[in-house]
């Protein structure tokens, strides 16, 4: 009988990156007896406003852009927010070839720098969460995920923006799963 014959996986030079630091926070939504998601979408159109690029036009912001979702589950009773994790140890983060799915410098946020960025979607299939919290442009043939608008100083416009506040930004030590 033949020994079995191990394949050595390609090395790839993002396999040597360092293991991040935690994100600041993430985007979550409170609890229903403090604040009760309306399921307006205000969230997931802000989010596509504020990462709008000079290259799309007015009529292409929408869905496509955002990087947080609500799921209306009518048989559940009450809309639930959907945001990005900032995950301690994102897989999305190891998974991506390019070197595109980065570490922000200040808020140690998870996101995808576009110009590496070649669509494969690597990252996507990576993700942790079901749905995935990664989202496609197909016309730019980009991924997309929740920077907490690192570029903006009132901080992620999701939460500025909840008509209900029924999403808040807080410190990664205020949520740890249990």
């Given at each position: 009988?033949?020994?079995e014959?191990?394949k050595?996986k390609?090395?790839?030079?993002?396999?040597?990156?360092?293991?991040?630091?935690?994100?600041e926070?993430?985007?979550f939504q409170?609890?229903?007896?403090?604040?009760v998601?309306?399921g307006?979408?205000?969230?997931e159109l802000?989010?596509?406003l504020?990462h709008k690029?000079?290259?799309?036009?007015a009529?292409?912001v929408?869905?496509v852009?955002q990087r947080i979702?609500?799921?209306r589950n009518?048989?559940?009773?009450y809309?639930t927010?959907?945001?990005?994790?900032?995950c301690?140890s994102p897989?999305?983060y190891?998974?991506?070839?390019?070197?595109?799915?980065q570490?922000h410098s200040?808020?140690?946020?998870?996101?995808?720098d576009?110009?590496?960025?070649v669509?494969?979607?690597s990252?996507?299939?990576?993700?942790?969460?079901a749905?995935?919290?990664i989202?496609?442009?197909p016309?730019?043939?980009?991924?997309?995920?929740?920077?907490?608008?690192?570029?903006?100083?009132e901080?992620p416009?999701?939460?500025?923006?909840?008509?209900?506040?029924?999403?808040?930004?807080?410190?990664?030590e205020?949520?740890?799963?249990?």
């Open positions: 009988m033949l020994p014959i191990k050595k390609a090395v790839s030079p993002m396999d040597n990156r360092p293991f991040p630091k935690r994100a926070g993430q985007v409170v609890s229903r007896d403090q604040s998601c309306a307006c979408g205000t969230c802000m989010c596509a504020v690029t000079d290259e799309d036009s009529s292409q929408g869905p852009h979702w609500i799921d009518e048989f559940e009773g809309p927010v959907l945001p990005c994790h900032q301690d897989e999305c190891f998974a991506c070839p390019t070197g595109a799915l570490i200040v808020t140690n946020a998870r996101f995808i576009e110009t590496k960025c669509g494969c979607l990252c996507r299939e990576a993700c942790a969460y749905p995935p919290r989202n496609y442009d016309d730019r043939d980009k991924a997309l995920k929740c920077d907490l608008c690192s570029n903006r100083t901080g416009a999701c939460v500025e923006f909840c008509p209900q506040k029924a999403i808040v930004l807080n410190p990664k205020a949520y740890h799963e249990k």
